[in-house]
């Protein structure tokens, strides 16, 4: 069976790039066989820091958004797609146009969409458009990034969350890490393998900095066994 792992949260700066490509180390430190596809335009993260396992889709053409479930169909393996800020518009017109949900139930492949939020009203209200969207035919995450708020009590009292962990959702927490660590690995397109392996080189991080990053991704992979069968 492939998956298709969306990855999304309409609110811009909640760090769904940095989710996307802390899924996309997974899948390559466990050998997991996946294909990844960056369908935002204007920041392509995917692209940037794992170009040789990604390609870009257009949201805008039928054509362009049908190669994600090409990908999914060529082979039992996970399809990572990182979605851009305000894009579900886009996406649920072409879900609609070709019946994707039902056309994926058809074929075997698994709908998962990951929820990033920093727990901000409007990061809520996008959750609970997504739920009233989809309802159960898509299976959801919500991942809180505590890289980007430390306080979800809106959130966990939303209806949405409520409704969602009672159908069988999961809540995970992606930890933080420091701003100053994230900037150098962005500033120079690391992947994250690089970033921890790396020492030498004018982009290389400080051997503190590679442990840092090291650890934080651990800590990362360990917030996910709580949903390792949908990996």
């Not at 792992?5 to 996946?34: N, T, Y």
């Not at 039992?76 to 070709?98: C, E, F, H, K, T």
Request: proline fraction near 3%.
């Amino acid at each position: 069976m492939s998956t298709v792992h969306w990855v999304g949260g309409e609110k811009g700066g909640v760090g769904k790039s940095v989710m996307a490509r802390v899924l996309a180390q997974l899948f390559i430190d466990r050998s997991l066989p996946f294909a990844a596809i960056d369908a935002d335009p204007s920041h392509g993260a995917l692209l940037r820091y794992y170009g040789d396992c990604t390609r870009s889709v257009d949201l805008e053409s039928f054509s362009s958004a049908d190669q994600i479930m090409d990908r999914a169909l060529a082979a039992d393996r996970r399809v990572l797609v990182d979605l851009p800020a305000q894009s579900a518009r886009l996406l649920q017109r072409w879900m609609d146009a070709g019946d994707v949900v039902q056309f994926a139930k058809d074929m075997d492949v698994r709908m998962l969409f990951w929820h990033v939020t920093d727990g901000g009203f409007d990061s809520v209200k996008e959750l609970e458009r997504l739920v009233k969207t989809f309802g159960s035919t898509l299976q959801y995450v919500v991942a809180k990034n505590l890289g980007r708020s430390s306080d979800f009590r809106q959130l966990d009292q939303s209806p949405a969350v409520q409704a969602l962990v009672a159908a069988g959702g999961r809540i995970v927490e992606i930890p933080a890490l420091d701003s100053a660590t994230m900037y150098e690995i962005d500033r120079y397109g690391s992947s994250f393998w690089a970033a921890i392996n790396a020492s030498e080189g004018e982009w290389a991080l400080s051997p503190s900095a590679r442990r840092r990053t090291k650890h934080w991704l651990e800590r990362c992979f360990a917030a996910l066994e709580g949903v390792s069968e949908w990996l």
